[in-house]
């Protein structure tokens, strides 16, 4: 979502009035890449881009080839193959095919919106990118985008109902399996190839503490373009360094974060009653991760004040709450800390082990 939001920042920024610009976007990667399907970036006429599509071998080369779309007002696709020793990119040495879909943005003038509506909507998004088309088609051609309205199953702006019909079934699998994936259909005796794209809600972080470990949270979570909530006596912290704050609710106020599925809980009050009470608050809530500072004896203390009131938590309750908090990484200072728990928050959203890379055996990334 960083990517995005950077995208529409820039485009938005103003300073590039007047010029023309396209969208480079990955759609299809073979074997090994830095950057996996979906990564994109805008290229402006003048040569300046956000964004990337690998780790800065091939941008050089797309941004002349977008620079060269916009010219014509085409899209095109351009594969890239890393295993090639002549091929742009070789020195990155990751050994595989990725193919670039570049879309000049007049081409496609919802591409932006579309974007913009997934930066700022916190639901689940779905969109479906026509990347090959065997034929020209008079109403579907390449690069066209469409944002799939899940609430009215509908393919919005779609002018082809076949395609519309079957892309939509597609869609749906994927919001349901929240996995992109690339669709092969035959319409009207074309093949048509496209982008089934899911884009999830920014991760979310609810962080229920006023000490000064909170800092470095807030600072993380910064870096990596999470929202952020924050319950606490907001007049004790320092407010420079809560400005990336979205939320600040004081701890007496009834008003409390809007917790959903791509949210993390942060117990971190240093107050044994409050962590206790915002835990069995929580816990009626759907976030997946529920993490709290402390030693394991002070959160069984915890368990044991809860079995006194007939408070009781089921398995899956259990599974959701990470006590004490992230991974055995020898942290100790508040900044190694908030990297540990971050690690953890990451690997549980993601459903992996957060064990060591070298010892995975197979590619690092999942395929599309």
Not at 115 to 144: F, Q
Not at 257 to 263: L, S, V
Request: charge should be negative; glycine fraction near 8%.
């Amino acid at each position: 979502m960083r990517e995005i939001k950077s995208i529409l920042k820039l485009f938005d920024s103003g300073g590039f009035s007047g010029e023309k610009a396209a969208i480079a976007q990955v759609v299809r990667v073979q074997d090994s890449s830095y950057r996996r399907e979906g990564a994109r970036m805008i290229v402006f006429e003048s040569g300046i881009f956000e964004g990337g599509i690998s780790g800065g071998c091939l941008e050089g080369d797309a941004l002349k080839r977008s620079q060269i779309a916009i010219l014509k007002g085409q899209p095109s696709v351009v594969t890239y193959d890393t295993s090639k020793e002549k091929e742009i990119g070789v020195g990155l040495g990751c050994n595989g095919l990725i193919e670039v879909l570049i879309t000049p943005i007049d081409e496609n003038p919802s591409a932006i919106e579309m974007l913009r509506k997934c930066a700022e909507d916190r639901r689940h998004h779905c969109l479906v990118t026509v990347v090959a088309i065997s034929e020209e088609h008079p109403s579907l051609n390449l690069g066209n985008s469409f944002y799939y309205q899940a609430d009215t199953s509908e393919l919005v702006g779609c002018p082809e109902a076949s395609f519309a019909q079957f892309a939509t079934a597609e869609a749906q699998d994927v919001l349901s399996k929240r996995k992109s994936r690339i669709i092969d259909y035959e319409m009207e005796g074309q093949q048509v190839r496209a982008f089934v794209e899911y884009i999830p809600p920014q991760y979310h972080l609810a962080i229920y503490g006023d000490n000064y470990d909170v800092y470095p949270m807030i600072a993380q979570a910064q870096v990596m373009d999470w929202e952020v909530s924050l319950v606490g006596n907001i007049q004790k912290l320092d407010s420079k360094k809560l400005r990336s704050v979205k939320h600040l609710y004081p701890k007496d106020a009834a008003e409390r974060p809007e917790i959903d599925d791509r949210t993390a809980i942060l117990l971190m009050a240093h107050d044994f009653k409050a962590d206790r009470d915002n835990l069995e608050e929580l816990l009626k809530s759907e976030a997946p991760y529920i993490g709290s500072l402390g030693p394991r004896k002070r959160f069984l203390k915890i368990l044991g004040e809860f079995e006194d009131r007939d408070i009781h938590i089921s398995e899956q309750e259990m599974d959701r709450i990470y006590a004490p908090c992230g991974l055995e990484i020898g942290a100790n200072s508040p900044e190694e800390i908030a990297a540990s728990v971050f690690a953890e928050i990451l690997s549980v959203f993601s459903g992996k082990e957060g064990g060591m890379l070298r010892n995975k055996k197979g590619p690092i990334h999942a395929r599309v």
